[in-house]
């Protein structure tokens, strides 16, 4: 039997990885990818968007995560569609956590792989929305965009303190024209709480580029950035931005 990743019900339900109301946003020709550390899922047409990954149970399809999806949908798609100039932090805090569900539930395309995430985490976020600590949450504005796309890396290192290790996990995920990218670290159990882990991340201007919504940083945030991403080229520069340590290593 194969548990609800949120609950440890039956999984039951077969939760549809890219939300059909977003794929009248996709081109009919584009297509939708997964990727993770390299190794590559079968790309999908966006004109058959029948992806659905069974890692649910029906009460929490039905219950919270439709809840979550109906608050999502008027901001993602005031962010596609340019109606929306601004992000309200509550606005910031919805999409995070929607973000931060995807990622939990995209772990899934990649079943040879342990998960990241571990139980509890999942769990506190459909109990109470909370967010797991040492994770960020990052949109940008996708140019000549490729459809529908994510791509999940897995990076570890050494803290400069020698303190021990730090395993980081990256989702970018593409839904039209808007990116976003949860990254998430956990230190090994060594590590003393208080430490603060710092991501160096590859050149780029991505100040220019990202817009950060978890943590929140002000009352409201100005979209969209000043610069896009374009392509499938600029995708995989945002998807493959942070190096863990002085020592990056895939593992
Ligand atoms: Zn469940």
């Known amino acids: 039997m194969r548990e609800c990743i ?3 019900e039956q999984a039951s339900s077969r939760e549809d990885a890219w939300p059909l109301w977003l794929m009248r946003y996709l081109p009919s020709n584009g297509s939708i990818e997964a990727e993770r550390g390299g190794s590559s899922l079968s790309a999908w047409n966006s004109s058959t968007p029948n992806l659905k990954i069974r890692c649910v149970c029906k009460s929490c399809n039905n219950g919270w995560m439709s809840k979550l999806e109906n608050r999502v949908k008027p901001i993602v798609l005031g962010l596609i569609e340019g109606k ?10 919805v999409l995070s956590i929607w973000a931060v569900k995807n990622a939990m539930v995209y772990e899934n395309f990649y079943q040879e ?28 504005k996708c ?8 791509i999940a890396e897995d990076l570890r290192g050494p803290l400069s303190n020698g ?11 593409v839904f039209a024209s808007l990116a976003l990218q949860v990254v998430s670290s956990r230190l090994s159990a060594v590590v003393p709480l208080e430490t603060n882990v710092t991501t160096v991340l590859n050149k780029g201007q991505w100040d220019d580029i990202v817009v950060r919504i978890w943590p929140t940083t002000t009352e409201q945030q100005n979209w969209p950035s000043t610069v896009g991403l374009n392509g499938l080229l600029g995708l995989d520069e945002f998807g493959e931005r942070f190096l863990v340590g002085n020592d990056n290593q895939d593992s």
């Open 6 to 8: 949120f609950c440890h």
């Open 84 to 93: 929306l100039q601004s992000i309200t932090s509550d606005a910031q805090s």
């Open 113 to 140: 792989r342990p998960r990241f995430y571990i139980d509890g985490k999942r769990h506190q976020l459909r109990i109470a929305n909370v967010i797991p600590p040492r994770t960020s949450v990052w949109i940008a």
């Open 143 to 150: 140019v000549n965009h490729p459809g529908a796309y994510t």
């Open 163 to 173: 303190s021990g290790e730090c395993n980081t996990y990256a989702t970018t995920m």
